[in-house]
């Protein structure tokens, strides 16, 4: 374990990870970081390299296709990053990171949803990442159809268009939502996992407990 804590937020399109993302980067200012600094990043992102890679990743010009390999391989680069500038020195530092989805993320839209061969996922993310794995890991578990109807109103009411990870079938987001459960099982402990139907304020009363819970004595 690092000096440092590391919070990640998975789960499908829509299921609210950023916005409990949000909600406890302010639970944890309202408190000082409880003497800790608190950084925030996401994937892909978090970096100047990074967010050029989300851009790619997120909003390929039309027509042109993305392989399931090499968005594997995009995805890794921008956690390379992410991992040796941002996380690794924060965590060293004694800070508490957030990251608004991690390896995870690869483990299961590449590895279940995509289905590339799980053990080529792992190595890659191996080499991405190295040994670093979050503290604690929050899955918001959402039915497909839900999810992606937040998801949607949301972009509309943005002014926004579906980005090119939001565009799949339905039963895409079906194996995401089953592959996160299943992973969650395998991981059980660093995963919690949300019930993300309730109501925005429950969630995050539920998460800042859990924490509390699994991270004693360093917050209050
Ligand atoms: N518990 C909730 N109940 C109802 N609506 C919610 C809840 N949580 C989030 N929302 C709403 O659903 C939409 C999607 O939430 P959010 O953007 O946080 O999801 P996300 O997981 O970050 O999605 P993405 O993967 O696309 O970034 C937002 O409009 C948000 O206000
Ligand atoms: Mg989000």
């Known amino acids: ?46 970096t100047p390299l990074g967010e050029e890679v989300r851009r790619l990743l997120k909003h390929t010009a039309p027509g042109w296709s993305v392989v399931p390999e090499a968005e594997l391989l995009l995805f890794a680069a921008s956690r390379a990053q992410l991992v040796r500038e941002a996380v ?37 993310n191996a080499f991405a990442a190295g040994p670093l794995r979050p503290d604690v890991t929050f899955l918001l578990d959402l039915p497909a159809e839900l999810a992606m109807a937040r998801a949607r109103r949301r972009d509309q009411s943005a002014g926004g268009t579906p980005d090119r990870m939001e565009q799949e079938p339905m039963a895409f987001y079906e194996q995401v939502r089953a592959g996160y459960l299943r992973l969650a099982e395998t991981c059980a402990e660093r995963f919690v996992t949300v019930d993300a139907r309730l109501p925005i304020d429950d969630i995050e009363a539920l998460i800042w407990t859990q924490l509390t819970a699994r991270c004693h004595g360093l917050f209050p």
């Open 88 to 124: 690794a020195p924060a965590l060293a530092a004694g800070q508490v990171v957030l990251c608004d989805r991690f390896l995870d993320s690869t483990t299961v839209y590449q590895g279940v949803a995509r289905r590339l061969e799980p053990v080529s996922v792992a190595a890659i």
């Open 1 to 46: 374990m690092t000096p440092g804590v590391f919070i990640t937020f998975e789960g499908s399109e829509g299921c609210g990870k950023t916005t409990q993302l949000e909600r406890l980067a302010r639970r944890l200012a309202a408190i000082g970081g409880a003497g800790r600094p608190v950084l925030r990043l996401r994937e892909p992102g978090g």
